[in-house]
């Protein structure tokens, strides 16, 4: 029975008279700043994700948060995670928890306007209980895997002493994929979503990739070998396989908005591309992203932790082609989104989103003015920004990953040719939406960041809180707490403030019957069963 919130948004849509505007949400895995080359990089290309940044809108104030699950959550819920309790690490497959089901997610109020809500790939927001599950919280379909990581030819994940496979179509097992490539899986289903999809309704597809992240110990990247060839000139062979991982993670955008074009979705569709969190750089998570020249990595609270690569592309914005400098975090995007397909965004509930839609698409002022980076008080690190300046209260790690990393990339050239003849670049050009060569090395030179690294003033945070001009020092060399003691205060003083609103992490010890050794080695559902076999029939 529909409320009367949902029953507005309805109206809404049926007035307009016109289907609303398909919403494609790309999520890429732990990609970082400097991985794609629209930011500056000529390492690895990234032609059809330079081409959308292009086209569209290169969001350069973007922050996202430091890790997995809580940015997912954030992402589903428009709300923070030290307000839904999954600002602590991730959430792991054998651990009896979820996003709370109190929370209303994306995809349910984009049922409630009438959307197909479609998720292929990562799910990482609970899996112990079947009322965790995608296909229970809004979506209509799901092709991918439960829990935070998988191996991209065998589909198991390995984690707390535990192995199992976790590959799934809707709630079954999809023991058939095994040995497929999870980047081919997800780019043939997504595009089969468009191929099926009818025009007269709306599409939300979310396609949730496994690259980059990396895999279980056996091979943490793994490749197609065929590729690795192409990227020999990178020395570094953990580098050069995370060059192949993340080219085919960039084929696959080509080939959705090939589809999206060809089906005549694309005229009327709204087309995001981001990362979850910052790169896992310098063997991070036995990984090689590269969040140059940022500081720090995931899991950390530094810009190269929670400053995001993102951009939005859409027909429909008014002013395209450019760097959007306005601030803008994960959670905003929620609000954001059902603004622009015409829902009431003044009665959603309480929410840390802000909508940024007509910020975005007609370069106003940017809604936002401050970000709650993370509080977690078990690590004992806390992040701020308020204006321009920036506060550090403590660290993870115990400052061990609090540098700066490469590789910067930018030996060799930039070729702007292959990204206007990238699949994604000709289904721009066929709509007369692709920007010139001289534009695109415009914006590009507009969204490198260059840092003085001159006159730096050292910071350790763990014995004091530091203070950064972000707007002036994004690269945080220079520690000017001792000059600004009374921003420190300010912004120490609103920290404690929103501090007074957290909810307590929701992490739950390992459950050993979560076990994948007693479900046939599979991640399952465990919750739902009150002992397990041994033995199990899929």
């Known amino acids: 029975m529909l409320n009367l919130y949902n029953l507005f948004f309805l109206l809404v849509v049926c007035e307009c008279g016109t289907v609303p505007p398909n919403i494609v949400l790309i999520v890429a895995d732990d990609l970082g700043w400097n991985d794609v080359g629209y930011h500056g990089s000529n390492q690895i290309p990234t032609p059809n994700i330079d081409a959308l940044a292009g086209g569209g809108l290169q969001l350069h104030n973007y922050y ?3 890790i997995c699950t809580p940015s997912r959550a954030a992402l589903m819920t428009g ?7 999954m600002q602590h690490t991730v959430l792991f497959g054998a651990e009896p ?3 709370p089901l109190s929370e209303k997610l994306l995809p349910q109020y984009l049922k409630d306007l009438g959307y197909k ?7 990482h927001l609970g899996s112990y209980k079947k009322e965790y599950l995608p296909m229970y ?3 209509d379909s799901h092709v991918g895997f439960w829990t935070g990581k998988i191996d991209m030819y065998d589909h198991t994940n390995q984690e707390k002493g535990q192995w199992g496979f976790d590959f799934r179509r809707g709630f079954s097992v999809a023991h058939d994929l095994f040995g497929e490539y999870a980047t081919d899986i997800y780019t043939k289903e997504a595009v089969k979503v468009i191929h099926g999809h009818k025009r007269t309704e709306p599409l939300f597809l979310m396609v949730a990739h496994s690259a980059v992240h990396s895999g279980n110990p056996s091979e943490y990247i793994r490749a197609p070998e065929n590729l690795l060839a192409n990227f ?8 050069r396989k995370f060059a192949a991982v993340l080219t085919k993670l960039d084929e696959s955008v080509g080939k959705v908005m090939e589809a999206l074009e060809g089906k005549g979705l694309l005229e009327n569709s709204i087309v995001i591309f981001t990362t979850d969190n910052g790169g896992p750089a310098e063997g991070f998570n036995d990984n090689a992203a590269s969040n140059y020249p940022l500081r720090g990595v995931k899991n950390t609270l530094w810009e190269g932790g ?15 082609s450019r760097v959007a400098r306005q601030r803008f975090h994960l959670v905003d995007w929620l609000p954001t989104l059902l603004s622009a397909v015409g829902a009431n965004v003044s009665s959603l509930p309480l929410i840390d989103g802000v909508d940024q839609w007509d910020s975005l698409s007609k370069d106003l002022e940017a809604s936002r003015t401050s970000i709650v980076h993370n509080i977690d008080d078990i690590y004992g690190s806390a992040a701020i920004t308020v204006g321009k300046w920036k506060l550090h209260k403590g660290t993870n790690y115990g400052g061990a990953w609090d540098y700066w990393y490469g590789p910067a990339g930018r030996e060799g050239a930039y070729d ?10 000709v289904a721009l050009s066929r709509m007369g939406l692709m920007p010139d060569k001289e534009k695109i090395l415009a914006l590009r030179e507009e969204a490198t960041i260059k840092c003085d690294r001159k006159n730096q003033i050292i910071c350790n945070p763990l014995k004091a809180p530091c203070l950064y001009n972000i707007e002036d020092d994004p690269c945080e060399m220079k520690n000017l707490a001792n000059q600004e003691p009374s921003v420190v205060a300010q912004l120490l003083e609103e920290l404690a403030k929103v501090n007074r609103t957290v909810v307590h992490p929701n992490n739950k010890p390992i459950d050993p019957t979560g076990n994948p050794m007693y479900w046939g080695y599979v991640f399952t559902n465990f919750g739902d069963y009150k002992n397990p076999p041994l033995n199990i029939e899929y």
């Open 137 to 139: 919280r809004g979506f």
């Open 306 to 320: 929670v400053r995001g690569a993102g951009l939005i592309w859409s027909p429909l914005i008014e002013k395209k």
């Open 79 to 85: 709300k923070y995670p030290i307000h839904t309790g």
């Open 117 to 123: 809500t479609h998720l292929v790939g990562k799910w």
């Open 97 to 99: 928890r979820g996003l």
């Open 64 to 66: 996202v948060t430091p």
């Open 232 to 239: 020999t000139y990178i020395n570094n062979f953990q580098r």
């Open 416 to 425: 702007v040719t292959r990204v206007q003849t990238s699949l994604a670049g």
